[in-house]
């Protein structure tokens, strides 16, 4: 049976079992969106879009969760929005799992709340995961079991009877594709054919937010793809709300359309992923509107980075093979006049750019690497 969040707050275990997963005990959700087709953070450092006035699908507020001196939720707030994808980042041990089960009622915090659709996951749970479908980072494999009974199964513990079941199964068979592997006992799917059924699986009620812990680990680039596109169908076709844990930054650039990033239970930053991309923690002497630029040139870059020190608005000169990126504060044609400059003193330069910061930039500069 599933755990009681009341049983195991002080009883957490890592929750990969199939059953570990959350059941409501009474009637599940009202009609199927099948058929249809950011707050708070560290002070200093918010860049949340702006929804004032929307009703988030998923709020989690001023949340704790310590286990004896370790914080491995240290007073995390956010909101996510129907229709939205929010990534939720961190390095390993941050506190993403940790977060993800207290939202689905699978742990309770020390202090704090989390609401799904308005509902809290502390005071009203039963509610709460009839509007919330959970996919752990791995779930168990069981002999004897094809997709459909796996299916089937969960449909049950939803409490779907007759005809609606068989429709909630069918529904997700088609939305997963699953359908011609339907006979297929469970534990010979490959790992891609097996992150579409957990993914199915916390379909089964048609939740209007899903948290998906990892879904993409250790599948191919194909069926990455693939469970993007399904994902992206969830939030932009049927308005769900996801939150979606990953390590593979790059994939969450393309998959969500905001990001959170966490480490040892700190949120760092959260916003828009265009905006995590070109936010410029503040490093001494780096002005905020400065740019990042690189040269590569087609040669040594000593004398370059000499001459470089010498310009006005550059500083922070950082040479590499045959290329060297600066922090340039003057504006455009100032930036115009530098190359003018640079290719007059006959320097052999072959590309001038704005070095285009990646998530990857942005998480090397805003997370520490604090392991607790
Ligand atoms: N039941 C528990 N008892 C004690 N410590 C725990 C428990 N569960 C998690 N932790 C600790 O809490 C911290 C956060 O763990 P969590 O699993 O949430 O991290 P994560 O961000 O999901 O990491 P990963 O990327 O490796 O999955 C870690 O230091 C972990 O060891
Ligand atoms: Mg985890």
Redesign the pocket.
Known sequence: MPESPQSSASD??SGDNVLDDILPRDSVAGPSSFDQGEGQQTEEKTVAPDHTGEQPALEIKNLHRF?GK?K?VDNVSFKAFPGQVMGFI?????????TMRILASLDLPTAGDAFVCGYSVVDDPEKARTKLGFMP?SFGKYNNMDVVEYLDFYARAYGFKGEQRRDAIERVLVFTELRKLAHKPINTLSKGMSQRLGLGRTLIHDPQVLILD?PAAGLDPRARVELRELIHLLAAEMNKTVLISS?ILTELGEICDSAAIIEAGKILIHGTIKELRNFRPKKEGIQSTSETLLVSILAETESLEKWLLEQPFVSHVSPAVNQITFEFAGDKSQQADLLKRMIEKQFPILEFSGKSETLEDAFMSITEGIV?
């Open positions: 957490h275990s286990f370790l491995a961190g390095p390993n041990g941050a506190g993403k799992t940790t980072d990892e390590h607790q």
